[in-house]
């Protein structure tokens, strides 16, 4: 997963024409350790989207124009466009991750 480390970075990511996946994640976050250990399988079967994370703390700003208020949390854009969010209260497992991918089909 590709880092975003700044809001130019961002931008630029999130204007893509494909659809990509924003992960936003904090380093003292236990939910987002405990999704690292299960989302490379999610990846290698979500390949329509380009994904990337970005570490809230290191670009706040950012974090709280997307509304970002739980880690982690999975954004998805297309072409600027905010398409769907999962909150991090529903993305505490595998299934909910995937139930959320499937949803946007």
Not at 8 to 28: H, L, R, Y
Not at 60 to 70: K, L, N, R, W
Not at 91 to 105: G, N, R, T, W
């Amino acid at each position: 997963m590709q880092g975003i480390k700044n809001n130019d970075q961002f931008k630029e990511t999130i204007n893509k024409s494909e659809p990509v996946i924003v992960k936003f994640t904090a380093d003292w976050c236990p939910d987002c350790r405990r999704m690292d250990m299960f989302i490379d399988d999610i990846m290698d079967t979500y390949q329509q989207y380009s994904w990337y994370e970005l570490n809230r703390d290191e670009l706040p700003e950012v974090a709280d124009e997307q509304e970002v208020m739980g880690i982690p949390s999975l954004l998805i854009f297309k072409n600027g466009e905010k398409k769907a969010h999962l909150h991090s209260a529903n993305a505490k497992s595998p299934e909910q991750v995937k139930e959320f991918l499937e949803a946007q089909k």
